[in-house]
């Protein structure tokens, strides 16, 4: 008997060793958790496990070795399971697996390596706390964790889209701007008559995501088609004809992530939140137009029920939101 309680509080002690986080990477857990629901609930599992950078004011915290004097410790991850992580003093910067050095600020983004490996970089909840981030609708932890759930959607998506956008930018190089999801803003950010399409584009979209008849909805959705189409046809010529598929690859991508936190933000049993209230948070300040429009165009698609469009928007050879509308609202 006395064996028996000595072996279960070692076992105790152990499981307590092992699921210890540093402070720093304290509210991790939860952005795993929220992740593994949404892939449970929406996305659907994925054997690919991106590899992660995380880091508060002086320490960093990987699923990779980043150097010979790297600390190890036993954490969750994204799969749901324990695994090792790697932590070591930044001293402001890190280099990440495309060879880059980046200095950090408060940041968060997915990216490939040279062989179209996904990774993911974020800063922890310290650091957002730290540098003054709030949301009024959502409160800063449930925004960090859908800004979280935004940027690792994009993690699933680099054998596809992502690889799509490498090849791209090979055979058209992009200075000025640099090419991004936010290309077409810089570029016509300044011609008001464009402004002004563009933002009547968006607000059909968000009329059909909220009108109460289906049917209607339908309509609406390919009126905003049209108007995307020509909107696309007037402006994007020339030189800038690639920008009609970068336009609707970025749309899928930016969108995808909007609608992966709006989800865990909703849901009775994620963020809890009102879907109103979870809208307004996804929206913020209606500035970033890949994410407002897309955001808008996904709202739709999961309003249709549309059959399978997770599986075609997440594969490595997948379907844009523009191809989805127009299949889910019957547009000719």
């Known amino acids: 008997m006395r064996n028996t309680a000595l072996m279960l509080m070692l076992l105790i002690c152990n499981t307590v060793k092992a699921q210890s986080i540093p402070p720093g990477m304290n509210g991790v857990p939860a952005w795993f958790s929220a992740w593994n629901f ?3 609930n929406k996305f659907g599992s994925s054997a690919t496990i991106p590899t992660i950078f995380l880091y ?10 980043l150097a010979a004097t ?4 036993t954490a969750p991850g994204p799969s749901g399971k324990l695994i090792e992580w790697y932590t070591g003093a930044h001293n402001g910067t890190l280099r990440i697996p495309d060879g880059q050095s980046v200095p950090l600020g408060l940041m968060s983004f997915a990216a490939a390596d040279s062989a179209g490996n996904p990774f993911f970089v974020m800063a922890t909840p310290r650091f957002w706390k730290s540098a003054g981030v709030e949301s009024r609708e959502l409160g800063l932890e449930k925004l960090i964790t859908a800004v979280f759930l935004h940027e690792f959607a994009h993690t699933r998506q680099q054998r596809g889209m992502g690889a799509t956008v490498t090849t791209i930018e090979q055979k058209h190089p992009f200075h000025d701007p640099p090419l991004s999801d936010d290309i077409v803003q810089h570029l016509f950010s300044k011609d008001s008559v464009y402004v002004g399409r563009w933002k009547e ?6 009329q059909a995501a909220f009108h109460p008849d289906k049917r209607t909805s ?7 088609l049209r108007m995307l189409h020509q909107r696309q046809v007037s402006y994007f010529t020339g030189d800038r004809e690639v920008l009609r598929k970068l336009d609707d690859i ?6 995808l992530g909007q609608f992966a936190g709006l989800y865990w933000l909703q849901h009775p049993s994620g963020g809890k939140l009102p879907y109103a209230t979870a809208v307004e948070g996804m929206r913020r300040k209606r500035n970033q137009w890949s994410q407002e429009e897309g955001l808008a165009m996904f709202l739709i698609l999961d309003k249709m029920g549309w059959r399978n469009w997770e599986r075609d928007v997440l594969s490595d050879d997948p379907k844009t939101i523009v191809q989805q509308l127009h299949a889910a609202c019957g547009c000719q």
């Not at 508060?56 to 070795?65: E, M, N, V, W």
């Not at 584009?201 to 968000?206: A, G, I, K, M």
């Not at 970025?250 to 969108?255: C, H, K, R, V």
């Open 38 to 40: 949404v892939c449970q």
């Open 56 to 65: 508060d004011d002086s320490l960093y915290y990987a699923t990779a070795s």
């Open 70 to 73: 790297d600390q190890r410790f």
């Open 201 to 206: 584009e968006t607000d059909l979209f968000y």
């Open 218 to 224: 339908k309509k609406l959705t390919c009126d905003a």
């Open 250 to 255: 970025f749309l899928t991508m930016e969108g």
